[in-house]
């Protein structure tokens, strides 16, 4: 596990987490403006995450939760 003061990082051989610092920036919303985060890169990728997957987004006191919604199949 990796930490970064910047939005980049390098990734390590055998990745099974990551630990990444990111910074909460202004981003514009109807006539004015709101926090948020920019989160992309190949890393998502790594990790199991592609274009077009849905995710839960659980946000509480000081932390966010981000989970891929996987759907059963029924066999």
């Given amino acids: 596990m990796e930490k970064s003061s ?3 990082f390098r990734e390590p ?3 099974d987490s990551l630990s990444k610092q990111l ?4 981003k514009s919303y109807r006539n ?5 985060l920019n989160i992309q890169g190949k890393y ?5 995450f592609t274009k077009g997957d849905m995710v839960d987004v659980l946000v509480s006191e000081n932390r ?5 919604i996987i759907e059963k199949r029924e066999l």
């Fill in 64 to 68: 966010i939760l981000i989970e891929k």
């Fill in 6 to 8: 910047s939005t980049s």
């Fill in 32 to 36: 004015g403006y709101v926090p948020g």
């Fill in 23 to 26: 910074k909460v920036v202004k």
């Fill in 44 to 48: 998502l990728e790594t990790f199991g």
């Fill in 13 to 15: 051989e055998n990745l």
